[in-house]
């Protein structure tokens, strides 16, 4: 079973957001559209598919982090979330019982050893 398929999101915390979103769109051109950054692609074997990566920057108070103390979350992506999931418990990692489902996708939160949070992310299907 293929598990992470790439990378989703890079979400992190910051004393001003605002001005954090200011300083990389002047010095390095990243542009904010609809409140994150989204990096657009189209998949290698499949061109026709395309996807995005966010990249988002949060206030340093956040919760949407916790538990972990970092001040940083990666997003991965998986095209099968309940059998990663099922996978993951079953070596031992420690789940977060809750997986949502949006208008976005599923998501799912995981940690790791150190502590830090990971969302694991199975987009939605696209309709035609």
Request: net charge negative; hydrophobic share 35%.
């Amino acid at each position: 079973m293929k598990r992470v398929t790439g990378i989703g999101g890079i979400f992190f915390k910051a004393k001003d957001p605002e001005k954090m979103y200011e300083w990389y769109e002047r010095h390095l051109g990243i542009k904010r559209e609809h409140g994150a950054v989204q990096f657009h692609w189209r998949k290698p074997d499949d061109p026709a598919v395309e996807g995005t990566t966010v990249w988002s920057i949060f206030k340093q108070d956040t919760k949407y982090l916790n538990p972990s103390t970092s001040p940083f979350m990666i997003n991965y992506r998986v095209d099968d979330l309940d059998a990663v999931l099922e996978a993951l418990r079953a070596e031992g990692v420690t789940t977060d019982p809750n997986p949502e489902d949006s208008e976005y996708g599923r998501f799912a939160w995981i940690m790791d050893p150190e502590g830090n949070k990971i969302e694991l992310w199975e987009p939605p299907e696209k309709k035609d």
